[in-house]
């Protein structure tokens, strides 16, 4: 069975793409910090009748994320479909002047360094597999910075750098690499379909390989 590993997984994008994915016949790797609300996700997942299954932890503990994404693997099958998502905190939306290097390694760590150690962790069996997609969700500031939302305009961009390089590293290998970028809370986006319509672009991204970047919209439409 294919799975699919939502890394920031919750009740909003990541259960539409975990439905969206069901359907088709993936298992659900779901993983976030908060063990409680995964399970109660997952438990949800499986009453509509789709395999999941919850696994806690931090992008900002690189052990605990890989660790996770071995349990995965185990359980439910080589990971197939990697979605990297999670949330940033809200300290990494204040301005640029209140910016310290703390924070800013931490933003980088929890957007680019996490998505590292993911990668490294699922990216042995889609190599021997040669299949597979990696996504990446970005907010616009990831393709313009800016100077209020200071955490995510520096560490977005180098999440993007390595998503893109690997684009073009695995291009021959049959392993897509993109990014959908969503500039703006999703619920202001005024899409026909909502939620869902942003799960079924995601679910193109993986079974139409194509450019790296993706815009949901265009950036100018957005807010973020």
Known sequence: MATIAIVGAGPGLGAAVARRFGREGHAIALIARDA???DDLASQ???EGFEARGYAASVLDADALENALARAAADLGPISVLQYSPLPSR??????LDLTPELAIEALRFSAIGLIHAVRAVLPAMREARAGSIILINGGTSVKARAGFAG??????SESAYGEMLHDALADEGIGVSQLVIPGAIPKLNLDNGIDDVAERIWELHTTPGDFRTMLIPL???RE
């Open 36 to 38: 409680a609300k995964l």
């Open 45 to 47: 997942l499986r009453s």
């Open 91 to 96: 300290t990494y939306l204040e301005p640029v």
């Open 152 to 157: 995510t305009s520096v560490a977005f961009p």
């Open 220 to 222: 100018e439409d957005g």
